[in-house]
């Protein structure tokens, strides 16, 4: 069957743009985050300028860490998730599982350029977190120093808040008791060391407000229900812009850890999940978010380019870093279960 000219035109423009449209669709990426301040800040130093960089928009999503909804994706061949923000425990055991690609650091940059607990086998860090010692100067007459400090009582009276988990505050409870942090963990991996703490933690059980939401160490602070407390950076740094400025950091031997990229392992598309991460992962705009959330990039050159304002607010400060040691995510792997069972038991007496 003939068909003129005036028939088969329309044809093609229309398969040339269906087949551009499909071009485009492949090139978007579908990124994962945790949602609320942290995804836009992320929109702003990220998910824009990569659009505007490649041409390729980023589509937002937001989970609350679960899991299972990435193997259910996996399992079933049905991977619609590109990139997912990961936290560093769920990361290791995803990553065990199969559910999240071996990182082609290739594709990346040098492993040299990061924080070097930020490069892992499924992923690479976004941004540095810290968990520090915080308290209320209006409180206290002498400001603590250490989490020596935190323990002592006669010299430091009143409340103290402390993460209701066996997480940190082990790690913290040994740190007072003068093991170093680069054994912190050889020593909690013993049942001399498990013994250790908690018996440390016995000291001054009586005096612990528990809190559970990173909301809540400002508060407590705030109202004067506790003088000192253990608190996540960027909370208490929030606190402070909003006018809470008799709330102080320690950052003495704080515990870093990160939040990752991962990639679901089957996503058609990773090739882009790919382009996206080395863009993100690039020290500008690393710094850029930073800028909005003081959380630390991971990129080492990115913290030379964050306003100096902001830089001794961020983990990733070389003051801040002294002194510091990172979570050892495998450790908690391994033992978080027990050792949650057994504070949650402790906790209840």
């Excluded at 990061?114 to 490069?119: G, L, N, T, Y």
């Excluded at 908690?332 to 057994?342: A, K, N, S, T, Y």
Aim: glycine share 8%; charged share 25%.
């Amino acid at each position: 069957m003939n068909r003129s000219p005036s028939n088969t035109r329309p044809i093609a423009i229309a398969l040339a743009a269906m087949s551009l449209l499909a071009g485009t669709a492949h090139a978007d990426v579908t990124v994962i985050s945790f949602g609320g301040t942290n995804q836009k800040a992320q929109a702003k130093a990220f998910y824009e300028p990569y659009a505007k960089a490649t041409g390729s928009k980023v589509i937002p999503g937001e989970y609350n860490g679960e899991q299972a909804k990435i193997k259910a994706m996996v399992e079933a061949k049905n991977v619609t998730w590109d990139v997912v923000e990961v936290e560093s425990p769920e990361l290791a055991r995803g990553c065990e599982e199969g559910l999240y690609e071996k990182i082609d650091y290739s594709k990346i940059g040098p492993k040299a350029d990061f924080v070097p607990a930020a490069v892992t086998e499924c992923g690479i860090g976004i941004f540095v977190w810290s968990t520090i010692l915080a308290y209320n100067s209006d409180a206290l007459k002498t400001a603590p120093t250490s989490w020596a400090d935190f323990w002592d009582l006669k010299k430091f009276p009143g409340k103290r808040g402390m993460r209701k988990g066996a997480k940190f505050t082990l790690e913290f409870a040994l740190i007072a008791d003068g093991v170093k942090p680069d054994e912190v963990y050889k020593v909690l991996g013993t049942k001399a060391g498990t013994e250790r703490a908690f018996k440390k933690l016995d000291h001054i059980k009586s005096s612990i407000q528990w809190w559970e939401a990173g909301a809540q160490p400002p508060q407590l602070l705030a109202a004067g229900d506790v003088v000192m407390t253990s608190a996540y950076n960027g909370r208490i740094a929030t606190a402070q812009k909003e006018g809470k400025t008799n709330l102080k950091i320690v950052w003495t031997n704080n515990i870093y850890d990160f939040d990752l990229w991962g990639i679901p392992v089957g996503t058609p598309k990773k090739d882009e999940a790919y382009k996206f991460i080395a863009f993100a992962s690039k020290p500008e705009n690393q710094a850029v978010f930073a800028g909005e959330i003081p959380y630390g990039p991971t990129n080492l050159k990115g913290t030379a380019l964050v306003d100096k304002a902001i830089v001794p607010e961020l983990p990733t400060a070389p003051q801040n870093m002294k002194g510091a040691f990172a979570s050892d995510t495998q450790f908690w792997v391994e033992h978080g279960e027990d050792l949650e069972q057994r504070f949650n038991a402790w906790a209840a007496k």
